[in-house]
């Protein structure tokens, strides 16, 4: 059975630092690249990171670029993403899925950046 579990989400302040993980079972995961998509409160899902099988190359939105890193590890089938500097607008539900898109999403795991 495939599933996707993400953790590490809290309320945090701005300028924080979060790790969020993401762990997959039920595929091989070393064979897929894998995003982190978020959506915050009232807008689209949007596309934050993505990383190939065996973590050498990295992309990331224009948003994350130089304050987070996404990262794996395919012997723990878990893909991480690093959060730092986060902003008010860093405040959304994070989820990880296959790049691109193709398994049943996860719950997700709450990032909120607050004051």
């Known amino acids: 059975q495939v599933k996707l579990v993400e953790s590490g989400g809290a309320l945090v302040q701005p300028g924080s630092s979060l790790r969020l993980s993401c762990l997959a079972s039920?595929?091989?995961?070393?064979?897929?690249?894998m995003s982190w998509i978020r959506q915050a409160p009232g807008k689209r899902l949007e596309w934050v990171a993505d990383?190939?099988?065996?973590?050498?190359?990295?992309y990331y939105a224009d948003s994350a670029l130089g304050r987070f890193t996404i990262s794996r590890d395919n012997a723990r089938h878990t893909v991480y993403l690093q959060m730092d500097r986060l902003t008010f607008e860093d405040t959304a539900v994070y989820y990880c899925?296959?790049?691109?898109?193709?398994?049943?999403w996860g719950q997700g795991t709450q990032v909120n950046v607050s004051s």
């Open positions: 899925n296959t790049a691109p898109v193709t398994l049943p």
């Open positions: 039920g595929f091989t995961f070393s064979d897929n690249d």
């Open positions: 990383i190939n099988g065996r973590g050498l190359a990295t």
